[in-house]
């Protein structure tokens, strides 16, 4: 399938030699029935004449946040328009611009006001693409879920043989075409997705809780919604901001968490708990007013909280349920024990004892594992980013919907 009819690709080019290429890139987007727009920065003109994009694309070519008296906010609207945004060169400069959230011209600035998918095909000289900030402005990049399609070895304009030339544009169309294909994937499922520790109140001040921050949740929401799905987060308290486009449902305890997920659960296609769901909870609730110290000791009694995922799995119709499960031991074994007894359909089997994996980390070690319904597929993940895994699950779920369709 290589029909684009109807999307709109916003091609960023930045000043490199392989500007050139760009046009290649632009003239196969356009053959493909993609809308194509270009935005140039000043140095890419230098390479590349925007007369050249203006007559591959038939678009006009935007270079300049000013010159637009139809649209004065062009770099807002230009983001709002674009299904998929890619940056073909991308310097070292966009690169770290856009890892930094600076915005000082047009590209730079309507990167930041993109809510869809970016990705960036970097090309440059190799000792600038080996330098540690370039390594770890890619990084942060791919921690946020821009794709990067990595350059090649080969000669560089510099004359010298090294990593850095950008890759070929069939490679970055490939690229472009699957991340349009997922952005309407999941259209019409509706997805539950919980998020964050509960609180389960001792007294008005203090609380048993966790350490989840939320990430893996809000990463999940996240991706899921920019699939297409309609999405719903409820998530305990964190520090996270809710992401545009995800309707926003706040907790604080486990009680309030069941609440709000069993009120949604008959009408959805999918539950995702990666929230870290306190076990137990003060027996009795919690005291009305602050406890006094003393010198006596203080005796907690703790009563089990509802088991969320259990009640759902006892109901859980044609909804697919998806747990995690934070170990720090026998991780496939505790996993595979809790995706049979929760009934679940798969389940994320999370290292959570590891400097670089668990709460709050921005990687994980994990591996992923459906239910004997679903072929007890075991799926063992490298050390990845948050959203690399948040994608690897939604494409397992993705393709358990298909088959249950
Ligand atoms: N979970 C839930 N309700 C709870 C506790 C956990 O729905 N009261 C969900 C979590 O969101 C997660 C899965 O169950 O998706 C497994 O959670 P985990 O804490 O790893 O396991 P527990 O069942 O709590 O067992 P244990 O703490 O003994 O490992």
Redesign the pocket.
């Known amino acids: 399938m290589t029909k684009l009819d109807g999307k709109t690709v916003l091609l960023g080019v930045t000043g490199g030699i392989s500007a050139y290429k760009s046009v290649e890139l632009a003239r196969l987007l356009i053959r493909a029935g993609a809308n194509v727009k270009v935005v140039m920065t000043e140095s890419a003109k230098r390479f590349v004449s925007p007369l050249t994009f203006r007559a591959v694309t038939r678009n006009p070519v935007a270079d300049t946040m000013w010159s637009d008296p139809s649209s004065p906010i062009p770099h807002i609207s230009l983001a709002d328009e674009a299904d998929v945004v890619v940056v073909a060169p991308a310097t070292a400069n966009i690169i770290a611009k856009h890892a930094h959230g600076i915005a000082d011209d047009l590209l730079s600035t309507l990167l930041l006001a993109v809510r869809g998918r970016i990705i960036f095909a970097p090309a440059m000289n190799e000792k600038m693409y080996l330098h540690p900030s370039t390594t770890e402005n890619l990084r942060t990049l791919k921690q946020r879920g821009v794709v990067i399609v990595e350059p090649k070895e080969g000669e560089l304009a510099c004359g010298e043989v090294g990593i850095g030339r950008m890759a070929e544009p069939p490679e970055i169309f490939e690229s472009v075409k699957s991340e349009l294909a997922k952005s309407d994937s999941m259209k019409g499922k509706k997805i539950i997705v ?1 998020a964050g520790p509960t609180r389960e109140h001792i007294d008005p001040v203090r609380f048993i809780s966790n350490p989840s921050t939320g990430k893996m949740g809000f990463i999940i929401a996240k991706r899921a919604m920019m699939r297409g799905a309609d999405v719903t987060l409820i998530t305990g308290p964190t520090d996270l901001y809710p992401p545009d486009g995800v309707d926003t449902v706040k907790v604080v305890s ?1 009680r309030q968490m069941r609440d709000a997920v069993f009120e949604r659960l008959p009408q959805a296609d999918a539950l995702i ?7 137990y909870r003060p027996a009795g609730g919690r005291a009305q007013k602050k406890i006094k110290k003393s010198d006596e000791e203080l005796e907690l009694r703790l009563e089990p ?6 009640e759902a799995g006892k109901n859980k119709g044609n909804c697919l349920l998806v ?5 720090t031991d026998n991780v496939i074994e ?1 996993a595979l024990r ?1 995706l049979e007894r ?1 009934i679940l359909d798969l389940i994320v089997a999370n290292k959570v004892d590891h400097p670089e994996s668990g709460f709050g980390t921005n990687t994980s070690l994990c591996a992923i594992i459906s239910s004997k319904d679903f072929e007890g597929e075991k799926r063992e993940l490298e050390m990845m980013s948050k959203v690399e895994i948040a994608e690897e699950l939604l494409g397992f779920l993705e393709n358990m919907f298909k088959r249950n369709a």
């Open positions: 919980t486990a708990m990666a929230a870290a769901v306190a076990d909280t509802e088991d969320i995922l259990l747990g995690f499960a934070a170990e505790n809790k929760k």
